[in-house]
């Protein structure tokens, strides 16, 4: 039989003239500290692969479009070979159960190793980190610059920590744009955001002057029931 744990009393003396206790603690900035081992290898390549993945799946070419490209507008979604249409989302569907099934057996074999080596938020976090380094210093040197007053010295590497931040977050964020409107095709429209296309000519849907009016649309009406009308007499 195990032995049973004591469990002792931890609160804290409530202070004099006061009923209540505060069990509450003012926040406390965490400053982290580099450290290096063969788990720390394994996953700053588990993070570089994923990197890798992420910015570099925009610009493969794959049968004549990009490779990983939700198209939208067309309702047409590309997996490298595989098309998969929007009934085709059971299929879909089935794969990510299974991947979920995956990660709940993996994280009941062998614990959180998804959160510890391949989560997009672990990932991400260690690349924030990394900036924060490179720009203040290991831990020790990021605690004196915090308590030093402000200087240019160090008005400069917060400024220099906070752009390497906004630049990540920027490329991160036009890099998931992109896999809804190829990157390439950035540079012959304006916006990112592609025109909706026609069900039958191809082109943008927005319509063109002559059908635009109630007096266009009627008349393109009346040639495309005329024919059947004089058929059926």
């Not at 588990?46 to 990197?51: Q, S």
């Not at 299929?91 to 009941?108: D, E, Y």
């Not at 990021?142 to 917060?158: C, E, H, Q, T, Y």
Request: aromatic fraction near 14%.
């Amino acid at each position: 039989m195990s032995k049973q744990i004591p469990v002792h009393d931890v609160t804290p003396p409530a202070s004099k003239g006061k009923d209540s206790v505060d069990l509450y603690a003012s926040r406390e900035k965490i400053y982290t500290r580099a450290f290096t081992g063969l788990f720390r290898r394994l996953r700053m390549v588990g993070g570089a692969v994923l990197f890798l993945l992420y910015f570099g799946t925009v610009w493969l070419n794959w049968g004549g479009h990009q490779a990983v490209w939700w198209n939208l507008p067309e309702r047409k979604f590309y997996i490298f070979g595989a098309t998969i249409w929007p009934q085709d989302f059971i299929l879909l569907s089935g794969i990510l159960i299974v991947a979920a099934f995956g990660l709940f057996f993996v994280t009941v074999y062998a614990g959180r190793v998804w959160c510890g080596y391949t989560c997009p938020q672990s990932v991400w976090t260690w690349i924030f980190m990394w900036c924060e380094k490179v720009t203040e210093g290991d831990r020790n040197q990021r605690m004196k610059l915090d308590k030093a007053p402000m200087s240019g010295n160090k008005f400069l590497r917060k400024f220099a920590k906070h752009s390497l931040w906004l630049l990540i977050g920027f490329v991160t964020g036009m890099t998931f744009v992109g896999y809804f409107s190829p990157i390439p095709s950035w540079s012959s429209n304006s916006s990112p955001v592609r025109p909706m296309v026609g069900p039958t000519s191809g082109s943008a849907s927005s319509p063109s002057p002559p059908t635009a009016t109630p007096a266009g649309c009627a008349s393109r009406c009346a040639c495309t029931c005329a024919p059947m009308h004089a058929s059926r007499a």
